[in-house]
T-cell receptor, first 116, second 111 residues
Framework: NAGVTQTPKFQVLKTGQSMTLQCAQD?????MYWYRQDPGMGLRLIYY???????DKGEVPNGYNVSRLNKREFSLRLESAAPSQTSVYFC???????????????FGPGTRLTVL | RKEVEQDPGPFNVPEGATVAFNCTYS??????FFWYRQDCRKEPKLLMS???SGNEDGRFTAQLNRASQYISLLIRDSKLSDSATYLC????????????FGTGTKLQVIP
């Protein structure tokens, strides 16, 4: 049981390049999330997928797109990377989309992205 | 006012000490509350949920005060391995699970 996995662990991009961050979970969770974490800012939600087939914007969606490929996988794409997107990106999943104990989120190990 | 506020610390405490962190939240409609732990350069991991009646897990005690809109985490008999950043997490009610993370309180337990 791997939990939540993310690839790659590290990435360096040049401004304007594109890339896709991959995330997969094997816990049969319905909801998945993408966050970024910057010093002093806490975790901020980029996009989320409440269930397979749906995606919605979070707090900071500009410059990103997502795909919920199936129940297990949720990818994040940067179409044209900018230095402001230098951050640590975490994928998370939870069983439920609504409040309560089942909404506990489990995180992947993160992707450290630097945009030059 | 930030939706979820935490004292960033760092809290430097000797081994064996008791330390407490508070976290305030602004939305009175918030429904569920958690404490997560994040080690340096690692992902956040659930430490414990926070229940209205308060709850304990070994050396850790979490409390919720809805009237004053804050949650607390008490760590007794601090260990070196408790050194980490502790994130307060608040989940609002409603169809969208709007989860807000605090920026974290850093704890350093000193030998």
């Amino acid at each position: 049981n791997a939990g939540v996995t993310q690839t790659p662990k590290f990435q360096v991009l040049k401004t304007g390049q594109s890339m896709t961050l991959q995330c997969a979970q094997d816990m049969n969770h319905n909801s998945m999330y993408w966050y970024r974490q910057d010093p002093g800012m806490g975790l901020r939600l980029i996009y989320y997928s409440a269930s397979e087939g749906t995606t919605d914007k979070g707090e900071v969606p500009n410059g990103y797109n997502v795909s919920r490929l199936n129940k297990r996988e949720f990818s994040l794409r940067l179409e044209s990377a900018a230095p402001s997107q230098t951050s640590v990106y975490f994928c998370a999943s939870s069983y439920s989309y609504t409040s309560g104990d089942t909404d506990t989120q489990y995180f992947g190990p993160g992707t450290r992205l630097t945009v030059l | 006012r930030k939706e979820v506020e935490q004292d960033p610390g760092p809290f430097n405490v000797p081994e064996g000490a008791t330390v407490a962190f508070n976290c305030t939240y602004s939305n009175s409609a918030s429904q569920s509350f958690f404490w997560y732990r994040q080690d340096c350069r690692k992902e956040p991991k659930l430490l414990m949920s926070v229940y209205s009646s308060g709850n304990e897990d070994g050396r850790f005690t979490a409390q919720l005060n809805r009237a004053s809109q804050y949650i607390s985490l008490l760590i007794r008999d601090s260990k070196l391995s408790d050194s980490a950043t502790y994130l307060c997490v608040v989940n609002e009610s409603g169809g969208y699970q709007k989860v807000t993370f605090g920026t974290g309180t850093k704890l350093q337990v000193i030998p």
